[in-house]
């Protein structure tokens, strides 16, 4: 009788001990998600853009930049010159446009407009702008290029084209964290 009293409390103290591993490993999956959003909205603080890292997703920039890209953004106040490459957002669309100044409108009310092309388009940014919009606005740049890591966006590109393989990526990560035992 007293061996079976034994084992009961041998299962309850293992049932306890897995269950306060569970919590851990989960607290610290929540603690590197977590982390992931401080750096993200720390790099959106200390560069002024909503969007402080791009993944080059077209062609439309070569040479000068290769799909899959890793572009660092900037959107401090200093003027946007002609040759300069600029990240922007058009209204209504998701995805933001990376492309270069190529024409700079400065009104005498001290507006400034731009006009952009992609360096491998033959024709300016106007048929992308929102209709009757012909030149961009400082408010629809995101940032200007001022940093970038070569083909490691691919893995955004690959990830996007197939969402099946990312649902399992994140899954078999979360799976890790949660079934790695800390010693």
């Not at 401080?38 to 077209?58: A, F, Q, Y």
């Not at 012909?134 to 890591?149: Q, S």
Request: aromatic fraction near 8%; charged fraction near 25%.
């Amino acid at each position: 009788m007293w061996e079976i009293v034994q084992m009961q409390v041998f299962e309850l103290k293992k049932l306890w001990a897995n269950k306060r591993q569970l919590l851990f490993q989960s607290l610290n999956l929540a603690m590197i998600v977590f982390s992931a959003l401080m750096i993200w909205k720390s790099l959106m603080v200390l560069t002024k853009s909503e969007s402080p890292v791009v993944v080059v997703l077209s062609g439309s920039m070569e040479p000068a930049f290769q799909r899959g890209d890793i572009l660092f953004l900037s959107n401090h106040d200093s003027p946007i010159r002609v040759g300069e490459i600029v990240v922007f957002k058009i209204k209504d669309r998701d995805i933001p446009i990376v492309h270069r100044v190529t024409k700079v409108h400065e009104k005498p009310d001290g507006k400034v407009e731009l006009l952009t092309k992609g360096d491998n388009n033959r024709v300016d940014d106007r048929g992308l702008y929102a209709p009757g919009q012909l030149w961009l606005n400082r408010e629809d740049i995101l940032g200007r290029a001022v940093g970038t890591l070569r083909y490691v966006g691919m893995v955004t590109i690959i990830l996007n084209d197939f969402p099946a393989l990312k649902y399992l990526l994140v899954g078999i990560m979360g799976l890790f964290v949660l079934t790695n035992k800390e010693s």
